[in-house]
């Protein structure tokens, strides 16, 4: 193991980016559960939740999984099943009727 | 930016545990995409209660979404600390760590058991069988990632885990941060959509 890097070659945010995060994570879970409760939203709830929680998936991959400038192998092998994944569930909600909510 | 001599003792120049284990998250994407996906399909077709609208409960789960939020705080100060060679602070952010992933388990079974004493348990109904195979799947690997953390804390606390060994945390961090964002689109597909 001595053969290869002690650790990722490329700089890690600072503390205070990651506090940031947290800061900004924290107050996205707060609209999602506030949203949740707001009858007003009921109509934009899905997209808007989905929005959000994809806000939140993006700030912990980028900058608490580093990937955010790391290299771009890391990236591939991350994104290429991630896609493959949203692909084959849009597909099997679009099969099986779940998405036009007229189940087969 | 660029890295030192070790680099080039893989042919990539980059540490083979840290691709390895990209491509293992990679598999995970699918495990985990599948299980919600077989979720997402079955929702709304049980034939008998109880419903998820009538069972879940949104501010505990709420509470339990945000101390694994901060467990991926903990985790990346942890990394920075053990980076930097402040054996202390690595300790006391991976004992963190540990502790508010151990916290999330609480939740998830003071949850389960609450469930099964209103009468959900894995064959009562479609719901049933999806959401605690689901759950119950992230909740297996918040599990491995507290021994995980746990066996780096004990590392740390025999002097084996200096700054030359920062990937060791580095790899169990993208672990335990992957299993953070399942459960960021868990939380929203299953509970707060449902």
């Known amino acids: ?69 790391d290299h771009r192998f890391f990236k591939l092998f991350f994104t290429l099943p991630l896609v493959i994944a949203v692909v084959v569930a849009v597909a099997l909600l679009l099969l099986f009727g779940t998405v036009s909510g007229s189940p087969s | ?45 049980s034939v ?25 705080l903990a985790m990346v100060l942890a990394l920075a600390a053990v980076i930097r060679g402040d054996r202390t602070w690595s300790r006391l952010w991976l004992l963190a760590t540990a502790l508010l992933g151990a916290g999330f388990l609480g939740f998830q079974a003071y949850e389960f058991v609450t469930f099964v004493h209103e009468g959900l348990t894995l064959q009562t109904n479609l719901f049933g069988s999806t959401f605690f195979v689901l759950t119950g799947t992230h909740g ?13 804390l004990v590392r740390s606390l025999q002097g084996k885990l200096g700054s030359d060994k920062a990937m060791n945390v580095e790899i169990a961090g993208l672990y335990w941060h992957f299993v953070d964002v399942v459960w960021i689109v868990i939380f929203t597909v299953v509970y707060l959509l449902s």
Request: include cysteine; hydrophobic fraction near 50%.
């Open chain 2, 140 to 152: 297996a690997h918040v599990f491995i990632g507290v021994v995980w953390l746990l066996t780096l």
């Open chain 1, 1 to 69: 193991m001595s053969d290869q890097p002690a650790h990722s070659d490329h700089k890690h945010p600072s503390v205070g980016t990651y506090l940031t995060v947290a800061g900004v994570l924290t107050v996205i879970t707060l609209v999602e559960v506030g949203v949740f409760y707001v009858p007003a939203f009921a109509r934009v709830l899905a997209p808007v939740l989905l929005t959000l929680s994809a806000a939140k998936f993006v700030l912990v991959v980028m900058f608490y999984m580093h990937l955010k400038g």
């Open chain 2, 1 to 45: 930016m660029s890295h030192p001599a070790t680099a080039h003792h893989t042919s990539t120049g980059l540490d083979s545990r840290k691709l390895a284990f990209w491509m293992f998250i990679g598999s995970e994407c699918l495990l985990f995409g599948s299980l919600i996906s077989t979720y997402l399909v079955y929702q709304g077709r």
């Open chain 2, 48 to 72: 008998q209660g109880p419903t998820p609208e009538e069972i879940l409960n949104i501010p505990l789960t709420s509470i339990s979404t945000f101390v694994l939020l901060m467990s991926s």
